[in-house]
């Protein structure tokens, strides 16, 4: 798979720190986003992608090109957050985007 | 501003049968995409379009067509419906790929 997560489950309490991890195959792909479906909805942009690194408010996504990997941590969890997390890469020329088959998030009380 | 609109929400089709999906866009996106979704196989790219009356193939397109005469709107089409089309699926719009996608509420189709 072009883009590959771990499905999870991830269960964790209310107050922890979580991180995902997504591994991309092909070293041409120059877009990356985050983002987070919850159950039977649409996927929602959560976070752009930058090597340098981004930051927004609890969520922190890191891109390291050289190994091909992208994370996402997710700090002070609520349980707001229960979702599915997918991890994205794309070309910017015709925006194609390639999904991974997304991480599960359970925040319990 | 509503953003990706798609229509029907819901729908049962008999194997056989025919139907179009229609998604509409306000916000003057050059780039649309149809993705289907299925439980374990992730989002799956079937037709995409980078323009008005542009089309392309995407990753999963055999049993689809798809039409772009006007800018804001993209049309997925089953010609003959098969119980393997049984799926949700997903309208985006995008300006570009730098930006990512504004997906629509999806439309759950099951084929009987």
């Known amino acids: 798979k072009e883009v590959e997560q771990d499905p999870g489950p991830f269960n964790v309490p209310e107050g922890a720190t979580v991180a995902f991890n997504c591994t991309y195959s092909?070293?041409?792909?120059?877009?990356f986003f985050w983002y987070r479906q919850d159950c039977r909805k649409e996927p929602k942009l959560l976070m752009s992608v930058y090597s340098s690194g981004n930051e927004d408010g609890r969520f922190t996504a890191q891109l390291n090109r050289a190994s091909q990997y992208i994370s996402l941590l997710i700090r002070d969890s609520k349980l707001s957050d229960s979702a599915t997390y997918l991890c994205v890469g794309g070309w910017n020329q015709g925006g194609k985007l390639i999904f991974g088959q997304g991480t599960e998030l359970s925040v319990k009380p | 501003n509503a953003g990706v609109t798609q229509t029907p929400k819901f729908r049962v089709l008999k194997t056989g049968q025919s139907m179009t999906l229609l998604c509409a866009q306000d916000m003057n996106h050059e780039y649309m995409y149809w993705y289907r979704q299925d439980p374990g196989m992730g989002l799956r790219l079937i037709h995409y379009s980078v323009g008005e009356g542009t089309t392309a193939k995407g990753e999963v397109p055999d049993g689809y067509n798809v039409s772009r005469l006007k800018k804001q709107n993209f049309l997925l089409g089953l010609e003959s419906a098969a119980p393997s089309q049984t799926s949700v699926y997903f309208c985006a719009s995008s300006r570009s790929g730098s930006y990512g996608y504004t997906f629509g509420s999806g439309t759950r189709l099951t084929v009987v």
């Open positions: 092909n070293s041409a792909s120059q877009s």
